[in-house]
């Protein structure tokens, strides 16, 4: 397993390349609950030590806090060693009665939801906590000043922040006076269009975390199908063409720690391997190439 750096103003930690997206054990897609804790079990037996994690990521609004209460259990009932486990959660997203999404970025909101999603995973304090999408009727300020007050709570040891432009990441860092661990913004072969964030962070020392970066639940197996040159790079290499998305985004920086959602043991272990992929700079080029 390949390792990075996340954490910037004082808090450091060193993390698995590759993490784990908890989203598919927890929509109404999901698996049982014994198959989804084989699942985060076979992520974190194959090295991953970054499980990400929301609030949101639950069938609906009955439901709130399903995915840290699932993370929280396969943890307590994991054999090998929990203490080197980063969980990141996210807040800012609502779900209603139907199951649909919405958006609440108002400080006391954020505030409750960190509580909440502290009883959630049972912890003290929760590794990186991101704000999980600016809302249209709040001020960013106010939501990322939130964010700051329970980063100097101590509530929350890192701060993250999702789906934001350049010009909000440079906002929220500047909020949490140069302390902003972590960006997650979409990332994938079908989705590129956040490589001026992602450049922005690599400049700054801000962990990015590519989300959906298989294309999204269900979707990952049209990645050899819209861009064939992944399929020959993975023919080059013995791997997949999923391990070799996941490997061209490892190969843009650092920085960069992409989360791969499995609702399947298979599907984690194939993806922690992708981390000790090492592509060559023209296999790079040839990929980012490849642009539809
Ligand atoms: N911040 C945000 O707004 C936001 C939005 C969306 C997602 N996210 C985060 O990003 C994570 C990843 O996104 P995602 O789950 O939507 O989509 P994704 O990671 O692009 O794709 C997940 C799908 O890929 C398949 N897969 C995973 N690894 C594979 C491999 N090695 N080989 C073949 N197939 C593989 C899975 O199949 P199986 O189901 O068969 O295992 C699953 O259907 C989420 O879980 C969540 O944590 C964040």
């Not at 010009?167 to 079908?190: F, K």
Request: hydrophobic share 40%; net charge negative; proline share 5%.
């Amino acid at each position: 397993m390949r390792y990075r750096e996340v954490g910037r103003g004082g808090h450091v930690v060193r993390i698995s390349a590759i993490g784990l997206g908890e989203m598919p054990l927890s929509l109404r897609s999901r698996p049982d609950e014994e198959q989804a804790i084989r699942t985060i079990h076979a992520s974190l037996d194959a090295g991953v030590t970054l499980i990400d994690t929301a609030d949101a990521y639950c069938a609906d609004s009955r439901d709130v806090g399903h995915g840290e209460r699932l993370v929280a259990k396969a943890l307590a009932s994991y054999g090998g060693d929990t203490s080197v486990i980063l969980v990141a959660t996210k807040g800012g997203h609502t779900r209603t009665e139907g199951g649909g999404w919405g958006r609440d970025g108002r400080p006391e909101y954020l505030k409750r939801a960190a509580e909440a999603s502290l009883k959630a995973l049972g912890v003290d304090a929760i590794g990186l906590y991101q704000f999980h999408r600016p809302d249209p009727n709040v001020p960013y300020a106010d939501s990322v000043g939130a964010i700051k007050e329970l980063l100097d709570e101590g509530k929350i040891l890192m701060a993250g922040v999702s789906n934001a432009s350049v010009e909000q990441i440079r906002q929220a860092d500047e909020i949490l006076g140069g302390a902003l661990a972590g960006v997650q913004n979409e990332l994938s072969p079908s989705f590129r269009s956040s490589e001026g964030e992602l450049a922005y962070t690599r400049e700054h020392g801000i962990a990015f975390l590519p989300w959906s970066p298989l294309g999204g639940i269900g979707n990952a197996d049209q990645i050899e199908r819209d861009y064939p040159i992944f399929a020959q790079v993975a023919h080059d290499h013995g791997v997949t063409p999923q391990q070799v998305t996941l490997a061209w985004l490892l190969a843009k920086g650092d920085n960069v720690i992409p989360i791969p959602g499995s609702s399947r043991p298979e599907t984690a272990t194939a993806s922690a391997a992708a981390a000790d992929i090492n592509l060559t700079t023209d296999e790079v080029a040839a990929l980012d190439g490849s642009s539809r």
